[in-house]
């Protein structure tokens, strides 16, 4: 009788081992097996993302030199040019005829780079504009982001409008207008230093700019120094 017992404890516990799944199985010799491998995927983590930092800190000094690259455009010469007063820009800013002539706005700043602006909005019932002239010191972190616009070429459009590369009072430049808002927007970038902006809110056609661009004395701002 004795026997029988151990023989049928020996038979449950032999069932109740082949009756574990291979998961099962699997995951108790996991846990019962010492971890070896866990020091080397530790230590290779630690490797790659060692050099994840380096390189990071790697571009953001190129980043960085490239940026100080372009804030170190120049002049004739190659010498950097400080930006002219507000106040002189404010001069170019030419009466409309039917429009009324806002009080001019400005200002000039040295850092972190130097330049100066001028604005000024002009009105006629529900029409809107806004002359804005910058003088950038030839400045090429100011200037880059036209390069493209400037392409001789250039053409964008879309459902509601379009942009492409122009001419603006014989200065290269480029234009954008959205047929359903009738706004518009010209620009124009003049001695490779100054960028004149027209923008135009509920306006007949983008024409209107190039009419305004066109009272604007851009061989006389060319020379300011």
Not at 13 to 36: D, Y
Not at 83 to 97: A, G, I, K, Y
Not at 151 to 172: F, H, I, L
Request: overall charge neutral; proline content about 5%; hydrophobic content about 35%.
């Amino acid at each position: 009788m004795q026997r029988c017992v151990i023989v049928g404890m020996v038979f449950v516990l032999a069932a109740a081992g082949c009756g574990q799944s291979p998961q099962n199985q699997e995951q108790k010799q996991t846990q019962q097996a010492p971890s070896t491998a866990q020091p080397s995927t530790t230590a290779q983590a630690a490797k790659t993302a060692e050099q994840g930092a380096a390189q990071a800190a790697k571009g953001l000094e190129q980043v960085a030199k490239g940026l100080e690259a372009m804030a170190g455009g120049s002049g004739p010469g190659g010498k950097p040019s400080d930006p002219v007063s507000f106040r002189d820009l404010q001069t170019f800013f030419p009466d409309l005829e039917g429009w009324e002539k806002k009080k001019p706005t400005g200002e000039r700043m040295t850092a972190p780079f130097a330049f100066s602006q001028a604005e000024v909005e002009y009105e006629k019932g529900e029409s809107r504009l806004t002359l804005k002239i910058v003088d950038s010191g030839f400045n090429q972190l100011l200037l880059a982001p036209y390069a493209m616009f400037l392409q001789a070429g250039y053409e964008k459009e879309t459902s509601s409008g379009y942009e492409k590369s122009t001419t603006v009072n014989g200065q290269p430049g480029w234009e954008k207008w959205n047929t359903e808002g009738k706004d518009g927007e010209l620009n124009a970038l003049v001695a490779k230093r100054f960028v004149m902006t027209i923008e135009g809110r509920n306006i007949t056609d983008v024409k209107v700019l190039h009419q305004v661009a066109g009272k604007v004395d851009v061989a006389k701002l060319s020379t300011l120094k």
